[in-house]
């Protein structure tokens, strides 16, 4: 079964930045789509961006686009979220989770559920 453990989550003040990581504990890392989902309180699961480990597509939400920068270390089978220009409404749980590539096809939630893997989630709260 897949584990994943999310890292990296704190307290930011308005435009400064932040690295999450999120290691992986699967046995072949590239087979994998990863993907960053946030909740803020009172609002539904959101994707935030994602990555195929196959071929290195990634995909952004528009509110994070030119800020947020996904990345991977496949020899660590760990993913990251360079999170740079921070806002307050970037406040949020974020979760890290996976899916087989063959099963993704965008960074959706239901891309991801309920045949995709989720960590326990990192809290970041941008300060204003």
């Known amino acids: 079964e897949v584990q994943l453990v999310e890292s990296g989550g704190g307290l930011v003040q308005a435009g400064g930045s932040l690295r999450l990581s999120c290691a992986a504990s699967?046995?072949?890392?590239?087979?994998?789509?990863m993907g960053w989902f946030r909740q803020a309180p009172g609002k539904e699961r959101e994707g935030v961006s994602c990555?195929?480990?196959?071929?290195?597509?990634?995909q952004y939400a528009d509110s994070v686009k030119g800020r947020f920068t996904i990345s991977t270390d496949n020899a660590k089978k760990t993913v990251y979220l360079q999170m740079n220009s921070l806002k307050p409404e970037d406040t949020a749980v974020y979760y890290c989770?996976?899916?087989?590539?063959?099963?993704?096809?965008?960074?959706?939630?239901?891309?991801?559920?309920?045949?995709?893997?989720w960590g326990k989630g990192t809290l970041l709260t941008v300060s204003s």
């Open positions: 699967v046995f072949t890392f590239d087979d994998y789509a």
């Open positions: 990555i195929s480990n196959a071929d290195g597509t990634t």
């Open positions: 989770a996976a899916v087989s590539v063959i099963l993704w096809d965008s960074c959706r939630v239901s891309d991801f559920t309920p045949m995709g893997y």
